[in-house]
């Protein structure tokens, strides 16, 4: 089942008999999955299940639902933080997915964007500590996707929500996209809601007036992704703003390919067509293919996708005829700032010597 085919499924958006009996068996297995993650957490809060504790803080990014929440904007930010701005020797823990490359796509990303700060690459992110330290020495552990990697131990729990989906249609997977309950919400030290420029400014209040109201003493900041530049397999760079008015072809293999096409929109492009591959997809010549073949076929300027996407299609797009490029975002905070890098200081204060 694809992207949208099951978003449509557990959404509702899909109407019929066949839909209704389908997510009728979806919800026990759903309860099923509920139990066996409750289960897991009373045997790690009860220390049946080990926690390792790392020599020096860490601090956790991460998520309540699948699929992309804008979690690597946040980590770079954070890291940028701390290793600019603190003078901080910083490592990166990320699960990495399979390719078909010798890198993947996420650590990939952020190993191009970060510069010197080593990616470390393992599903068990207390071995990855390990692997990180015996590289060289280490202040600050920034683990990627970890707020249910419980086996390792964090000093500070950072939850990202999208605005746009923050709560995975309310249910479980597989009959919602939650990977546990929203309760877990708890465990949390502060959320940062992202994409929050995407949904009108009435369901942002309620949003956080619904986190606030569960957790009075949690902090709460709102961000955006901010698109900065547009890069080209055989051009320089353009700023975001060169865009505007012009047509494009779209494709994405992300978590949520809506907010993708929602941030082209608000730059002013024409979207002639858009195609979503699964999270994690990595393109073949086949399928750059057709993607050029549509670009022309739609008559567009520019066939355009995310960071995370583009090193499938850089080589292959050496010789297209349609200019083939990235939209390139950064993290923007609206509000909130101060409040996560004054946690982010407590959270390290006595554990790192001050800069």
């Not at 923007?332 to 101060?338: I, P, R």
Request: hydrophobic share 40%; with cysteine.
């Amino acid at each position: 089942m694809d992207h949208k085919t099951f978003h449509d499924l557990v959404s509702g958006k899909t109407q019929g008999l066949i839909a209704n009996l389908t997510r009728g068996l979806l919800w026990p297995v759903a309860k099923a999955y509920g139990w066996a993650i409750s289960c897991r957490h009373t045997l790690f809060r009860c220390g049946i299940l080990p926690s390792y504790t790392a020599p020096c803080p860490v601090i956790c990014v991460g998520n309540l639902t699948t699929g992309g929440t804008g979690k690597t904007p946040l980590v770079t930010w954070l890291c940028r933080q701390l290793s600019q701005d603190r003078k901080l020797s910083i490592a990166v823990l990320t699960r990495g997915y399979k390719s078909s490359h010798t890198q993947t796509d996420e650590p990939a990303m952020l190993e191009k964007q970060l510069g010197n700060i080593p990616v470390v690459v393992n599903a068990d992110r207390a071995e990855g500590t390990k692997m990180a330290l015996a590289r060289g020495p280490v202040d600050v552990f920034v683990m990627d996707d970890g707020f249910q990697h419980l086996h390792l131990a964090r000093d500070l729990d950072i939850l990202t929500l999208d605005a746009t989906n923050p709560f995975g249609y309310g249910k479980l997977l597989p009959a919602g996209l939650l990977r546990e309950p929203i309760t877990s919400i708890e465990r949390a030290q502060c959320v940062v809601i992202t994409r929050s420029d995407q949904i009108a400014e009435e369901k942002l209040k309620a949003l956080i007036q619904t986190l606030q109201s569960a957790h009075p003493a949690l902090p709460v900041a709102t961000t955006l992704h901010a698109p900065t530049q547009v890069h080209f397999s055989d051009a320089s760079p353009e700023t975001s703003a060169w865009l505007k008015d012009r047509a494009v072809f779209a494709f994405c293999g992300i978590g949520n390919p809506q907010a993708f096409f929602d941030t082209l929109k608000k730059q002013g492009v024409r979207l002639v067509g858009t195609r979503v591959f699964d999270d994690h997809h990595h393109c073949t010549q086949a399928d750059f293919d057709d993607l050029h073949q549509q670009a022309l076929l739609n008559k567009a300027e520019i066939l355009l996708t995310t960071e995370k996407n583009f090193p499938d299609i850089e080589a292959m797009s050496t010789q297209s005829s349609v200019s083939v490029g990235y939209l390139a975002v950064e993290l923007a905070f609206e509000s909130g700032e101060d409040r996560v890098k004054e946690l982010i200081e407590q959270t390290l204060a006595g554990k790192i010597s001050p800069s």
